[in-house]
């Protein structure tokens, strides 16, 4: 849910309030239990905590880094499916007739779906089948063309690596598009996040503030993480996503170098 939401909404839900959540919670604990009664655990406590403490952090550290590359995966499909697009138009120049016309039509045609269908349907974690049909339709305008000479075999071959490629980075698109960390590893990290706190109401100190400041600067931390990890799950939907800017710029240069 937080998602697709806009940042500064998923940051106050996940960061603000949990963090006043968790600067609320000492002064709560010290009413019922006594000062006193909270030093003794400290020294124990303290031990404890230091070990949960670093073995959530390289966890966390650990879910950040993946969803990042996923997230910079995700931005490389994109451009390499783009650029093979802008390759396959400048191969149909040597596509002479038809063939040719209609190859550059079809990219055109999969290329303004893959904008207008495709992207929509990605923000919903979902593939667009008119997408499909146009990648499928620019298979058939490129299986239409039957080469009479090794020129055209070599551009032939040439042109069906380069939609392989298409194919290939679509398909990593799509898998991406739904999230990249599992369900198991979000319940890790939220039931992690909430235990790593948890853990510091065993203490006592005397400055009631300074406790209070110590536990809202660890629930900022590690839940600012969270937020990352949030942010950057869905590559394709929420505030921070892999935009259509590379297709649009090959759109572009086709229609002006049409002009």
Do not use: C
Request: hydrophobic letters at 55%; glycine letters at 10%.
């Amino acid at each position: 849910m937080l998602a697709t939401q806009p940042i500064w909404l998923s940051g106050t839900l996940l960061v603000g309030v949990m963090t006043a959540l968790a600067m609320v919670a000492p002064v709560l604990v010290r009413r019922r239990v006594g000062l006193e009664r909270l030093r003794v655990n400290n020294e124990v406590a303290g031990f404890t905590f230091a070990t949960v403490g670093v073995l959530y952090a390289v966890l966390l550290a650990f879910a950040v880094i993946i969803a990042w590359e996923k997230f910079s995966e995700a931005e490389g499909a994109a451009a390499k499916e783009a650029g093979s697009v802008a390759t396959l138009y400048r191969l149909s120049q040597g596509i002479e007739g038809e063939p040719g016309a209609a190859f550059r039509t079809a990219l055109i045609h999969y290329g303004k779906t893959v904008i207008a269908e495709e992207w929509p349907a990605m923000e919903r974690g979902e593939a667009s089948r008119a997408a499909t049909r146009a990648l499928d339709g620019a298979y058939a305008a490129l299986l239409a063309f039957h080469p009479g000479d090794g020129r055209g075999n070599a551009v032939l071959a040439e042109a069906l690596d380069q939609l392989d490629g298409v194919t290939q980075a679509r398909r990593l698109r799509l898998v991406l598009a739904p999230g990249v960390v599992p369900r198991v590893l979000w319940f890790i990290l939220s039931s992690g996040a909430i235990l790593t706190l948890v853990f510091t109401l065993f203490f006592g100190t005397q400055n009631l503030r300074a406790q209070m400041l110590m536990t809202g600067i660890l629930a900022f931390l590690i839940f600012s993480g969270l937020l990352v990890i949030t942010a950057i799950d869905r590559p394709f939907a929420g505030a921070v996503k892999v935009a259509p800017h590379a297709m649009e710029a090959v759109l572009g240069d086709f229609e002006r170098g049409e002009r």
